[in-house]
C-alpha cells in the first residue's frame, strides 16, 4: 500500500504535513525525505495530520524524531494531530507523548499556537 | 510443529505481508479481536528488526517466522540468521530490560539511527503478552505471544 504524503502552508507560517496510509519500514523513508525537503525549504514549524494513517511502527516514530531534532536545530517545531487510539498507544508505550506536542485537530493545533505568541 | 511456517526475503517491502499473514492466522487461531491489532504492530516490528539485521549482514538469506496456537497462546517466532554479536554489534540492546527510556522533551537521542531498533523492541515488549528474545550463534529469536481465549481452529 502507498503512502500519500502532501502539505501546505498555513498564512500563520504553519506547514501542515497530511499523512495517509500504514507508515512502516518500507514507506516511512518516504516521510523523512518529505520532512527534510521541508527544513531545506525553510518551513520549520511542522504539524502531522495523522488522522489518516492506519499503521505507524517504530521506523514511523524514528522519522518523526529526527524530523523534530531537524526543526529544533532551528529553533522550529513538530507537533502532531492524533486521535487514534491504536496509534496513541505506540506513542505512550515509547514514552514519546512527552517529546511531541499532539493535538486533537489541526484547528486545536492553530489555537494552541496562536495563543503561545 | 507451527500451524504456519512462513520464509521470505528480507525486503521492507514484505514485512507488511509477513504482518497481513500473522493477523489471518491468529484470527482463525480464536485470538481477542482487540489483541489482532497489538499482535499485528508487535510481530511486524520483529520482522522489521530481523530484515534490517540481514540487509546489514546476510542479504540473501531468507527471514522465518514460525505461527503456533496451542494449549490457549498464541505463539508467534519470528528468527534472522544473524549472530547475536553482530547484530548487537552496535551496542544496542537484544533485551527490553536494556532499554533506554525517554525521561523528558529533550531526550531524543536514543530514538535516532540505530535507536530506532530500539524503539520497536520497546514497543513488543509494550505489546507482546509475553516475550523472550534469546541469541544463540545461528542469530536472534524473538518469541512472543499472546492468550488464546476461543479453543483454536486447526
Known amino acids: 500500500m502507498d503512502l500519500k504524503v502532501n502539505d501546505y502552508t498555513t498564512d500563520d507560517g504553519l506547514t501542515v504535513i497530511t499523512v495517509e496510509g500504514e507508515i512502516d519500514v518500507y514507506t516511512a523513508p518516504k516521510l523523512r525525505e518529505k520532512l527534510i525537503d521541508l527544513v531545506n525549504k525553510g518551513k520549520f514549524h511542522l504539524l502531522v495530520d495523522m488522522e489518516k494513517v492506519e499503521f505507524l ?6 522519522v518523526l524524531v529526527g524530523g523534530l531534532k531537524r526543526v529544533r536545530a532551528h529553533d522550529g517545531s513538530l507537533e502532531l494531530v492524533c486521535t487514534q487510539e491504536r496509534i496513541l498507544k505506540i506513542f505512550r508505550i515509547t514514552g514519546l507523548t512527552k517529546v511531541f506536542g499532539i493535538h ?3 484547528a486545536d493545533a492553530e489555537e494552541k499556537r496562536k495563543g503561545a505568541k | 510443529m507451527a500451524t504456519v511456517e512462513l520464509s521470505f ?3 521492507p517491502v514484505h514485512v507488511r505481508t509477513a504482518r497481513l499473514i500473522v493477523t489471518a ?3 482463525r487461531s480464536g ?4 489483541l489482532l491489532d497489538e499482535v499485528r504492530l508487535a510481530v511486524g516490528e520483529a520482522c522489521s528488526r530481523a530484515v534490517e539485521a540481514h540487509r546489514l549482514h546476510c542479504p540473501d538469506e531468507p527471514v522465518r517466522m514460525e505461527m503456533t496456537a496451542a494449549e490457549r497462546r498464541f505463539e508467534v517466532i519470528v528468527n534472522d540468521s544473524v549472530p547475536g554479536d553482530d547484530s548487537s554489534g552496535t551496542g544496542r540492546p537484544t533485551t527490553p530490560a536494556d ?3 525517554v525521561t523528558g522533551p529533550d531526550d531524543l537521542e536514543f530514538a535516532l539511527g540505530d535507536g530506532a531498533a530500539d524503539l520497536g523492541l520497546a514497543v513488543i515488549a509494550g505489546l507482546a503478552d509475553d516475550v523472550d528474545i534469546s541469541t544463540t550463534p545461528k542469530g536472534v529469536q524473538i518469541r512472543m505471544s499472546w492468550p488464546v481465549e476461543a479453543a483454536p481452529t486447526t
Open chain 1, 57 to 62: 511502527d517504530s521506523t514511523g516514530l524514528g
Open chain 1, 104 to 106: 486533537d485537530s489541526i
Open chain 2, 9 to 11: 526475503s528480507a525486503l
Open chain 2, 25 to 27: 492466522v491468529a484470527r
Open chain 2, 31 to 34: 485470538i481477542d479481536e482487540d
Open chain 2, 99 to 101: 532499554l533506554p527510556k
